[in-house]
């Protein structure tokens, strides 16, 4: 792709600005830094970010991850969001997380809630700096299970009731909000309050497998007001894991967060093999800005990438800068734009003004979607086991013409007829 | 408060930044941005100075300037970034 290969060289950061004109030009670590541990997953969400399913065989090791909090906590990266996959799959992952804990770094970690045994979850309550975030896309298990698979809602209630009884303070349930679930919202924060949760809600994005299901699951035009208006009444008692920053176009009351993409500016990701991409919902090689295990770390992937130093620059965002809205939202989603195949200098696909939808209407994007599909998918090659009926036809059977005759018949006159 | 002795809170780590830099409260899992060099210098001098008054000037702020100092510090000090030293005159 060369959408980012067109800017001109990272231009001197002005000594003086707003705090987004300053993050525009990077910080000296990231603020939002998400590790995905592995791409091993129990479940197979139809929406999945990062294509997981199956353990790639060359995810870091434990003393290679052990590594790199080491260098986090020089860095001072205050935390991080660990995910996966289904981080808590990895045998070292308790060892991990008490690790960053004992090393300053705080841990955020989303989970399916499948390893959230009483026990563990009596641990967790007892230890500091660290966050739970269990996932739940929908406030039934049918809306949920539509998604995240069957038995999945189960699983992420029970893990919320043994957090709740263990006295974990202040779990997160994290929603993504799609067309089936945006009228629940309610009905999550109940869950939540119910729980002594707080509600988290998310974009869906267009990426990894979230491709393949966007145009089906994404909120329409109608849901993502409903969205914002709800949003906005709830105030803060609902956090937003990535802020809804597109939809500031309604433009009556700031989204709270940071109205800007922080891509490779103040957020990024680490992969399960160490590759370090521009933000989690990018995981593909345009946004890919080194490895920390051949290229010198992550502070050196961080502080050299020449993707991270482009991204860094003042964006080309096109006609959008025309638009009485650019401030607050600054085009948009970067990668909602690029899985769903429009240019990356154009509107975001949900655009609250339409200029998406028509984006979307007007170009042909199959091909430059299939294009920018991502090289590596980790998904499982089998698809769970469905029951239905099989198709049988019951006749009956023409007699034998003769005794049967097989290899293995015990008699060595057999298929012989006497003259 | 310009007699008074404080420091950054126990909790607290504070990051440099081009722009000045991050303090984050382990406890409360506050982030705040710092977003004045000068002011940086104050907070990091705190601790080591007798009252802020000392710690504004150590690091060369105008008295004129001093009015918003104090009211940046006390912003801190309502998130719990810098606390009052026990055993000081506060």
Known sequence: MTELDVRPSTPARPA????????????????CLTWELTYACNLSCVHCLSSSGRR??????????????????????????????????????????????????????????????????????????????????????????????????????????????????????????????????????????????????????????????????????????????????????????????????????????????????????????????ACPFAIHDTFLAGNLLRDGGFGQVWRTSELFADLRSPQTSGACTRCQFFDSCRGGCMAAKFFTGLPLDGPDPECVRGFGETALAADDRAATIASRRPADDHSHRTAPAVRRPVPVQIGTRPGPSAPPVSACSESPLAGFTRD | ??????????????????????????????????????????????????????????AGIDTAEWPTYVAALRRLADTDMIAPRTGGSA
């Not at chain 1, 809630?113 to 406030?139: E, F, H, M």
């Not at chain 2, 984050?24 to 977003?35: D, I, M, P, S, V």
Request: glycine letters at 10%; aromatic letters at 8%; one cysteine or more.
């Open chain 1, 56 to 277: 790639d065989p060359r995810e870091l090791t434990t003393g290679q991850c052990e590594a790199v909090i080491d260098e986090l906590q020089r860095m001072q990266v205050f935390y991080v969001n660990v995910g996966g996959g289904e981080p808590t799959v990895r045998e070292d992952f308790w060892h991990l997380l008490d690790y960053a804990v004992a090393h300053q770094v705080g841990v955020k970690f989303s989970t399916n809630g499948i390893r959230l045994t009483p026990d563990r979850a009596a641990v967790l309550a007892r230890t500091d700096y660290v966050d739970v975030q269990v996932s739940l896309d929908g406030a039934t298990a049918e809306v949920n299970d539509h998604v995240r698979g069957a038995g999945s809602y189960a699983t992420a209630i029970r893990a919320l009731d043994n957090l709740a009884e263990a006295g974990f303070e202040d779990a997160k349930v994290s929603v993504v909000v799609t067309r089936h679930n945006v009228g629940q919202l309610d009905a999550f924060k109940r869950i939540a309050d119910d729980h002594g949760a707080t509600l988290r809600l998310t974009r869906l994005r267009p990426s990894g497998r979230g491709a393949d299901v966007w145009d089906e699951l994404h909120p329409t035009a109608a849901q993502q007001r409903e969205l914002y208006d709800w949003l906005v009444g709830a105030g803060e008692n609902v956090l937003t894991g990535d802020p809804f920053f597109h939809l500031a176009g309604y433009g009556e009351s700031p989204m709270p967060g940071l109205n800007l993409c922080g891509a490779g500016r103040v957020v990024c990701l680490i992969d399960p093999i160490g590759d370090v991409y």
């Open chain 2, 1 to 58: 408060m310009l007699d008074e002795a404080w420091s950054l809170s126990s909790s607290v780590a504070l990051r440099p930044e081009p722009f000045g830099a991050l303090a984050y409260h382990f406890g409360t899992r506050r982030l705040t941005f710092l977003k004045a060099p000068g002011l940086v210098e104050v907070v990091r001098g705190l601790g080591a100075a007798p009252d802020v008054r000392d710690a504004l000037t150590t």
């Open chain 1, 16 to 31: 003086t600005g707003s705090l987004v004109e300053q993050f525009e030009y990077g910080l000296d670590a990231p603020i």
